[in-house]
């Protein structure tokens, strides 16, 4: 109803909470805002999840190429560019990581606050 775009006006409120008053409306609001929150960080966890399992192969294949011929050039280059993406990819996975936590804590905060209406 309200949630799809995550946007919910007080008259959606007053109908979701079922309630003239304020702090009922607002408790919904909370609610709601914290569930949200809550979702798009355990989404982000997951995606960093995949990353990470991306970054284990690419490492899995660059140990095979350091197994073989170092004289190669396309196996030393491969080897080198493969590598600075893994560097790439675990800044963006730490980075990642780090936005998750920050809903996670935002979440918790509002949390906490609707508890003490």
Known sequence: MATDNGFVN????RLLANSDMLKDQLLVYFD???QR?????T????????????IDERC?????LEQRLLTNIMVYKTRQELKGLQKDDMI?????R????????????????????
């Open 98 to 117: 780090s936005t998750a936590l920050q809903l996670h804590h935002q979440a918790m905060k509002g949390f906490h606050f609707h508890k003490s209406l």
């Open 32 to 34: 709601l805002k914290t």
């Open 10 to 13: 007080l008259e959606q409120l």
């Open 37 to 41: 929150e809550v979702h798009v960080a």
């Open 60 to 64: 899995s294949f660059i140990g095979e």
């Open 43 to 54: 989404e982000i966890n997951n995606l960093t999840r995949q990353l990470l399992d991306i």
């Open 92 to 96: 963006r996975a730490m980075e990642m």
